[in-house]
């Protein structure tokens, strides 16, 4: 298998840009979570999916963050503007749901917003 | 709020030389707690997960071990290739999947 994929890996942008973060969970799997990773907020889930529909989206930080799951093997975080303040480390997980828990992480999205 | 607390924040050992560290965390209904280990650059890799009191888990020199209020995880004889940041996160709700992390513990092992 070939883990969860993101795209891309890095990204650089200009304050009031759109940015749009790929991902495609393992197959099989029924959850998928976004989460950013900073150095003084640690790691942070965003919002996560089961069965392709959003369940908790508590950690959007606000409306300019926007996520979809439009079928099983594609989910998109979209941040329109970009501010500098989100320039971080994205990663997608994803897991198989039911009785097994285990989150497997992709390699992440680093972003950084000028 | 669910609060998890990794300590220390940063760990220098000498290749062999065995420790400890430490997860503390305040939920109420524990529904599991999980180890990650991450390199720079790269996402966390699931380790262990725990889900209760005098549980333990074992993978060659790591031992993961679950208190009502904490997590160890014991490196015995550790190398240089177990240099990584240390996450651990608790699961509280049966029903969401959410994960609250603390913010890592970074092990060198000097050889």
């Known amino acids: 298998d070939a883990g969860v994929i993101q795209s891309p890996r890095h990204e650089v942008t200009e304050m009031g840009q759109e940015v749009t973060l790929r991902c495609k969970p393992i197959?099989?799997?029924?959850?998928l979570f976004w989460y950013r990773q900073t150095m003084m907020r640690g790691l942070e889930l965003l919002i996560y999916f089961n069965n392709n529909v959003p369940i908790d989206d508590s950690g959007m930080p606000e409306d300019r963050f926007s996520a979809k799951m439009p079928n099983a093997s594609f989910s998109t975080l979209k941040i329109q503007p970009s501010e500098p303040r989100d320039s971080a480390v994205y990663f997608c997980?994803?897991?198989?749901?039911?009785?097994?828990?285990?989150?497997?992480f992709g390699p992440g999205t680093r972003l950084t917003v000028l | 709020e669910d609060q998890v607390t990794q300590s220390p924040e940063a760990l220098r050992l000498q290749e062999g030389e065995s420790s400890s560290l430490n997860c503390s965390y305040t939920?109420?209904?524990?529904?599991?707690l999980f180890w990650y280990r991450q390199d720079p650059g790269k996402g966390p890799e699931f380790l262990f997960t725990l889900y209760s009191a005098g549980e333990e888990k074992e993978k060659e020199r790591l031992k993961a071990t679950l208190t009502k209020k904490e997590s160890f995880l014991h490196i015995t004889a550790p190398k240089p290739e177990d240099s990584a940041t240390y996450l651990c996160?608790?699961?509280?709700?049966?029903?969401?999947?959410?994960?609250?992390f603390g913010k890592g513990t970074k092990l060198t092992v000097n050889p």
């Open positions: 997980a994803s897991s198989p749901g039911g009785n097994t828990d285990t989150q497997y």
């Open positions: 197959s099989g799997h029924n959850s």
């Open positions: 996160a608790v699961r509280r709700d049966p029903g969401s999947e959410k994960l609250v």
């Open positions: 939920v109420s209904g524990l529904r599991g």
